[in-house]
């Protein structure tokens, strides 16, 4: 194939880039720029929050340990939720009691959950990126990047006035699929070694829930909280009257009244990294909703009336392209809770391995905290490349517990700090002092045990 020039348009550079404006990129971003870096978040589309907003996710999972009491991951999460919850943009963890509509009924792992309004999101993520002096570029879908020897020198981006290269010190990939680390050469991973992946899913929002006759059915049927009409889905499933979605009822209700409904699924897991393939998935599950929707109005009396108000605009991808970083996350870490030394977060998210439509998901409850070391955010290919978010260096049932939204934005703020630290000390990423680290941290409010 021959190569294609790329004319460049605009040259910009900047102490950090950081590519994907999900939660993971926003915490780095802002996290970085407090310590003075100038730093440019690159985006493809033309706002922030990534899968939390673009994939209408509304509800941070717990951030609790693992006896559901103390909030373990604070920081910048901490901060975000506390000013969500002042404007009216998210619900405090306290009143997401286990087995309310906030923690969609559930019973485990459930406690400290946040539900929160997309909206609300978007707006106040922008505001805290453009408050610490965060360059927003918006628009700009990342394509291509030149590397020598072991730095990364620059990254391209298409916009619509056409390629824009940006040049940095030190670079971060949050976005989601490891693109920049996969353009700059970096080992990556993609699924299990038999091609599976975890099945990817449309969130869609409704309203006209009657939440009274809703909450008063699971208080007088308490083993719903276990079954989620998994018996009359079984038969929906069998007599073909409802022949997609998820096993059991999931939905939850946002603070603006609404109520987001996390049922429509592929049943053949598909390569989300191929265009072709995500857009067959995301056309099958839009005409997914109206028949779940139409399932939920006969079988629930409290949904009889419930109305479609917006499907995702992005199809929700629970796990896409990673890094094999200095150290890959494994199982058994989680299992063992394994604290290491280089820990920048501690959590106790259970592992959430989704499986193919029609079969319940497994979950691996955590009864200790365990933590994320700072390796597995580095590429051991380059020395100013890092990555946060759901595409470090984890492996695959690892990852389906530390994707999560809480995780994600520590281990943003980790190497957002982490890049101030290189940047000053004049060091390569991996070379810092993790006790420098580990501390600036605390004092922004993690807790490392
Ligand atoms: C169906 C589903 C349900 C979930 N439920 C929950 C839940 O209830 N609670 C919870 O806490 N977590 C949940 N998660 C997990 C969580 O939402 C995600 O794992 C997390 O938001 C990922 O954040 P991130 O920053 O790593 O990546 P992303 O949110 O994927 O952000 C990546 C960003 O990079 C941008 N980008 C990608 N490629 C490029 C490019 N080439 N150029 C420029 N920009 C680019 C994207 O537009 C995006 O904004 C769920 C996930 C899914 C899919």
Redesign the pocket.
Known sequence: MNEIKLNIRDRRSCDVLV????????AAAVCAARYGMSVIL????CF?????T??L?????TCCDAKGEDQIIKGFYGELLDRLISEGSAVSPEKCKVGNSYSAYRIKGHKG?APYSCEGLKKTAEEMCLESGVQLMYN????ACETAERQVKSAF?ATDSGVFEISARYFID????A??CHLAGCETVFGGKDGSVQP????FTIDGVDKKLLDAYMEDNPEMRKRFFMDEIEKGFADGSFPCGTKKLRI?EAPNGTWHV?MAQTDNAFNSLDPFETAAAAAEQRQQVGIIIDFLRRTIPALKNIRLLETAS?????E?RRIVGEYTLTIDDLKNSVIFDDAILLCSNSVDM?QKSGVAYSTIDCEKNYSVPYRCLLAKEFDNLAA????VSADRAALAAI????P?FA??EAVGTACAIAAKDSTALRDISIEKLRSRLKENGAYLG
Do not use: D, Q, W, Y
């Not at 700009?140 to 394509?143: A, D």
């Not at 949050?174 to 699929?177: A, E, K, L, P, R």
């Not at 946060?388 to 595409?391: E, F, I, L, V, Y």
């Open positions: 590519v994907g404006g999900g939660v993971s990129g926003i690159a985006e493809k589309n922030l929050g990534g899968t939390a673009a994939g996710i509304g509800t941070f999972m959950v700009s879908v990342l394509i981006f949050c976005g989601g699929n693109m920049l990817a899913s449309m969130i939850f996390n992005s199809i929700g991808i629970r896409g989704h946060a978010g759901r595409c994707r999560v939204m809480p994600c281990m943003g």
